[in-house]
């Protein structure tokens, strides 16, 4: 059964958009800047998927795709709209999170200096990524200054870039390129 059968209802051209339950806010209230950066971070993270040949790779940026999705939703989802069983960024998605960045670090090694963001087009874009992320969670800190959120969006979000940067040195460690190290 199709889902979306109708792409164009016209109902956004007052600036407003709906939420999940229906109430309508303007495009630029700080909700819809939080979701809507969850959205560039997930088709950022596209686009280092159509760039990627390895299957590791792939399979850890699509469960994050899955992720976000599910964490756009939270966020499009006023809390007094939320009901019972819709998906949400938990306290183990945090720690799957930590894991694979330990995971990744193990075999990386430790880093000696800042790195400059560059590398392979999979390394550069997943630092491209973890930039917009990092956006995405400023937002969602915004939004959580007026409204509530869910109690995992922040952390999950600062553990995300954490996970995109390691992501990064990792891809580049892989494709044979060499960190360049931030010159004082």
């Known amino acids: 059964m199709a889902r979306l059968t109708n792409i164009v209802t016209r109902t956004g051209d007052d600036g407003t958009t709906g ?22 971070l997930n088709s950022a993270i596209g686009v280092v998927r159509s760039l990627n040949s390895d299957p590791n790779l792939d399979a850890r940026l699509r ?6 999705f599910n964490l756009g939703g939270e966020l499009a989802t006023p809390p007094d709209r939320f009901q019972k069983g819709m998906p949400r960024v938990e306290r183990q998605h945090v720690v ?11 075999e990386l090694g430790p880093l000696q200096e800042f790195i400059l963001p560059g590398g392979s087009p999979v390394g550069a874009q997943l630092h491209v990524a973890r930039t917009i992320c990092r ?24 553990r995300l870039s954490d996970a995109l940067f390691t992501l990064a040195r990792w891809a580049n460690k892989k494709a044979g390129v060499k960190e360049t190290y931030w010159k004082k």
């Open 19 to 40: 939420l999940a339950g229906g109430q309508r806010v303007s495009k630029d209230s700080p909700r819809v800047w939080a979701y809507g950066t969850v959205d560039e």
């Open 63 to 68: 469960h994050i795709q899955n992720d976000l």
């Open 96 to 106: 799957d999170l930590e894991k694979q960045i330990e995971e990744l670090t193990k």
């Open 135 to 158: 956006r995405a969670e400023r937002f969602c800190v915004r939004l959580s200054k007026d409204e509530k959120v869910g109690e995992f969006v922040n952390p999950y979000l600062n």
